[in-house]
């Protein structure tokens, strides 16, 4: 289990590896499919972004709402798929690495490689329990999409599996190669 | 004819939102407590393990299993010998839903429009399917189900000489194409027969059934079983990580069909397979 700190540089991708448990603490940006488009859009246009993207880790997330007295309701990782569209640009803007969960595309794999990136998954829907880990959350811009809105979260041991490392390998490709057993009975697939 | 109010039917479909979100079906614990036993992969292990806890956590907590609490579809089973008193049946029903959601502090996960996209803001409308049914009582089950496994959902018209086969190749196809991202062990819902519209609403009944039990059909039981287990030897596992639980239930349900047709539907859902029944 390797222990590390948010927001992360290049040295520090270096040294991660598919496969990898980690504990992330720190401070992550939580966006979505609606805010991806924003950003991206925002990047074209030359904007400046309403938070620094260097060295960040965005987290693919739309929280319920938070009961009183506590941070944050359910929070555990959307399908990440849906942002490879914007993630590319993100990455070459100085991006470091995604939280989420499912798998990215070939155009994000080989971005991941050449920004020196990493892609990182938390377990889908152990969303209540994820949630005892993030200590504090603060809107940041676009109040208007709701549970899709960009917020600044505080994490402690935030517990993630490295999928796409930085020298190309995947770790979702290498788990089921490992387990595949076709039956007799099954037909080639 | 017996009477049932409004409001009574509002505070069930409203306290059914909350508590299928909050507490995870026995049945479907039950599965993931029995996979724990029986997956090889160490890093499948960990996920099962945080799910079991996860599913303590929400209920102990009030907290949703998943951040995705869904959209809304309620079934509904009404007897005939039924009088709704004080308004209409629906409007109960979406007003259930919409206090559910926000006084259950539950996500809003709706967009008016498919293209448009503005979000609602209280998680209606939900989607309400009505059978009438003999009867003076009323059969109202909350099936809230998130976007990563429905996004992962296929429907195919195969043709008659395709098969059982054909069939099972598709089931497989669309599970292994799915991948990690319906986040697994996944509950399989299967549709087949009936038109195009009849197989995906009885591949979507079919996560309904409780986890363990089988089509009463002994032929279909056992395409059940063989399709378990092929799709658990296709290496997914939990979490998509790798390992032997890839699915915890494959659930068939068919209906009769045209001489030139043979729609097949599959409905996936994730671990957190989520549903609350209330009978009225």
Known sequence: ?189 | MRKIGWEKIKETVKILCQQSNFCLRDDVLRALRAAQEKEISPAGREVLAQLVENAAVASEEKIPLCQDTGLVTVFIELGQDVCIEGGFLYDAVQEGVREGYLEGYLRKSVVADPIRRTNTGDNTPAIIYTRLVPGDRLRITVMPKGGGSENMSALKMLKPADGLEGMISFVLETVEKAGPNPCPPIVVGVGVGGDFALAAHLAKKALLRPVGTKNPDPFWAGVEEDLLAKINSLGIGPAGFGGRITALAVHIETHPTHIACLPVAVNISCHATRSAEAIL
Not at chain 1, 48 to 71: C, H, M, N, S, W
Not at chain 1, 95 to 118: N, T
Not at chain 1, 161 to 169: A, E, H, K, M, S
């Open chain 1, 1 to 189: 289990m390797k222990k590390i700190k948010a927001p992360f540089t290049e040295a520090e991708a270096l040294n991660l590896a598919a496969g990898d448990r980690v504990l992330l603490s720190g401070v992550i940006y939580t966006a979505r499919d609606a805010a991806h488009k924003i950003l991206v859009e925002m990047l074209a246009r030359g904007e400046e972004l309403p938070f620094p993207l260097k060295d960040q880790v965005i987290y693919y997330v739309g929280p319920t709402p938070a009961p009183p007295g506590r941070a944050v309701g359910a929070a555990g990782p959307t399908t990440s798929g849906r942002m490879d569209k914007y993630t590319p640009a993100l990455l070459a803007a100085g991006m470091r690495a995604m939280i989420g969960k499912g798998s990215r595309s070939e155009e994000v794999v080989e971005a991941i490689k050449k920004y020196r990136g990493v892609y990182f998954a938390a377990v889908g829907g152990a969303a209540a329990l994820l949630s005892r880990q993030i200590k504090k959350m603060e809107l940041v811009a676009f109040p208007e999409l709701g549970p899709e809105a960009v917020y600044r979260m505080t994490v402690e041991d935030f517990p993630l599996f490295v999928i796409n490392d930085c020298y190309g390998r995947d770790f979702y490709r290498e788990g089921v190669k490992k387990y595949k057993c076709l039956s007799p009975f099954a037909k080639q697939l």
